[in-house]
């Protein structure tokens, strides 16, 4: 389990240990050697620092917001209307077979596709 680290734990050089590099890629079921989780704990240094940063700021007088845009649904009305003829609907298809659209199978491997 990760615990919290004193003030002078956290200034020290390192802010995250190969072990808790380790125990994080276990939770995420990711499987690394020694050197990818050296790489990684060297990674992760700078993303620590930044949000340290981040978790500095005075955000006490910004609204919360779940979307960087304001969003608003654009809805019409549901209305019935004339469907398509069925010769436009497949006038441009390459094959038909009658009123429906015809296409190769993809389910399957080669011995499948002869068919």
Same mark, same amino acid.
Request: no cysteine; aromatic share 4%.
């Given at each position: 389990? /990760? $615990?919290?680290?004193?003030?002078? =734990? =956290? +200034?020290?050089?390192?802010? &995250? @240990?190969?072990? =808790?590099?380790?125990?994080? #890629?276990?939770? #995420?079921?990711?499987? *690394?050697?020694?050197? +990818?989780?050296?790489?990684? @704990?060297? =990674? !992760?240094?700078?993303? !620590?620092? /930044?949000? #340290?940063?981040?978790?500095? !700021?005075?955000?006490?007088?910004? $609204? ?5 845009? @304001? ?16 010769? $436009?609907?497949? +006038? ?6 009658? #009123? *429906? *659209? $015809?296409?190769?199978? &993809? &389910? ?8």
């Amino acid at each position: 389990m /990760y $615990k919290r680290r004193s003030m002078a =734990e =956290e +200034q020290s050089k390192s802010r &995250i @240990t190969l072990d =808790e590099v380790r125990h994080v #890629a276990v939770l #995420a079921r990711l499987a *690394f050697n020694e050197e +990818q989780l050296r790489k990684l @704990t060297g =990674e !992760l240094e700078p993303i !620590l620092d /930044y949000v #340290a940063q981040l978790t500095s !700021l005075d955000v006490s007088g910004v $609204k919360p917001m779940e979307h960087a845009t @304001t969003l608003v649904n654009v809805m019409r009305e549901d209305v019935v209307e004339a469907s398509l003829p069925l010769e $436009k609907v497949l +006038q441009n298809a390459p094959e038909t077979d009658g #009123a *429906f *659209f $015809k296409v190769p199978k &993809i &389910i399957g491997g080669e011995e499948d596709s002869a068919g």
